[in-house]
């Protein structure tokens, strides 16, 4: 196996994931087998209970595990599929070495950082590159080189580089070079240091991505390259965009695909491209547009997010539409600011994402019974599904005060209500229905069609669904459920009469992909279009 780990410097948020992902897309445009790793130093295990405003999107995989938002990334930009073994954290990492000294493995011993932790992070990583079968595993530490928590890590991938030798090993290492206005120039200091810092820890980079607002000049590129040690070829550009998925085509026309095969020794071959640049020409071609409001309690951070924002990406392309999106803010809809209501009159379609908890509720309601009475395209994920049915009996089956018991444990008609096996659960770490599981959906219906098959495969994150006792009273007032779990859940809603009215409980847009837009998706980007 071949390793290329992804380091940061200066700031933190500057696209790590994004330059991991598109190094993974370099290699995989030419046939060489990758899969990638995103290390978060922060001692919580998973993602699951942090707040979006601190994390952004929790993304779900396969298997059901809540990870970093940059495996998204990985897997719309490489192709692949993930588990929850690509995500490590410090709490994950001190989990299993706690239980080892626990169970007496390191007997006799006084367990540290070093090697007991370090060997542990080493393992994991090895493991999960030999368990995919990849050539080539990419490595992305999240933070900034020089954070405490990030030592141990940092520390690790020396040793890896000394145990499974240099040619085996590379290290990238992606940097801020700020503009300054009043000099008209790109300031180089702040990636001197931060290559500086990186070397104290016993790091050389092979390679420095540089984040600007603009392209680097020659002048700026070889002063880099002069100061961290690394050849001039080795210092990559990587300026704004419109696009995130310009960047692999970005670094592609620099030779950065080239030189990290002769830097490994890997035989790539010639890259295709051509799917991708077909995609990008897609977006960029689209005369048409459309409005999508998406309605939200964590607008104010779009990363919150990612997933849906990329899915209508995905679909805007497919449609050949380009897709506007609005986010509003649900509070704002509940308090009756005008602007705010505005900005949803003037949209094409109506989206509500997932979320916790009882702030926006009311707002996300107002906001569905708006786009079924006035027959706008609605899309409805996870929460907006649950939402959608209490929207539905409150105004069209008759049951005042009709809620959630997440949001009021004591309404008089409780069409949502906690899983029954969630009862009794206490942790909140990792303990709701997760991850992938199949969705039969009924022949005849809209979602039907739109999948083109009978059992769907689709990723879930939630603790509350339709009530069963409930389900027979909704549908004798209009509403369809045309997508049940084996055991009986209900998974989709349709609204029948409605020109496009479809909530899921599963995350549709946890597996779209460019040029494999979510169906779900693209039925409600078709269907703003033709409004």
Known sequence: MKFIVVTGGVVSGIGKGITTASIGRLLSARDIEVTAIKIDPYINVDAGTMNPFQHGEVFVTEDGVETDLDLGHYERFMGVTLSGSHNITTGKIYQRVIRKERRGEYLGETVQV??????????????????????VV???????????EGMPFYEAVRQLQLEEGRENV????????????????????????????????????????CRCEYPLSESVRRKIALHTNVPKRAVIDAHDTDLVYKVPLMFEEQGFGEYICERLGLDGGEPDHSDWEEFIERIESAEEEVRIAVVGKYVDLPDAYISIREALVHAGAEAGVRVEIDWVDAEELEAGCSEAWERLQEADGVL????????????????????????????????????????????????????STEFNPDTPHPVIDLLPEQRGVEEKGGTMRLGAEPVVLEEGSLIRELYGKEVVLERHRHRYEVNPEYIHRLEEHGLRFTGRSPDGRMEVLELPDHPYFVGTQYHPEFKSRPGQPSPPFLGLVNAARER
């Open 352 to 403: 509500v994402p997932g979320g916790f908890g009882k702030r926006g509720v009311e707002g996300k309601i107002e906001a569905i019974r708006y786009a079924r009475e006035e027959e706008v395209p609605f899309l409805g994920i996870c929460l907006g599904f649950q939402l959608a049915v209490v929207e539905y009996a409150r105004s069209e089956a008759g049951m005042e005060g009709a809620h």
């Open 138 to 148: 990419l490595v992305e530490i999240g933070g900034t080189v020089g954070d405490i």
């Open 114 to 135: 070093i090697p007991h932790v370090t060997d542990e992070i080493k393992s994991w990583i090895r493991n999960v590159g030999r368990a995919s079968g990849a050539e």
């Open 170 to 209: 590379m290290f990238v290492h992606l940097t801020y070079v700020p503009y300054l206005k009043h000099t008209e120039e790109l300031k180089t200091k702040p990636t001197q240091h931060s290559v500086k810092e990186l070397r104290s820890l016993g790091i050389q980079p092979d390679a420095i991505v």
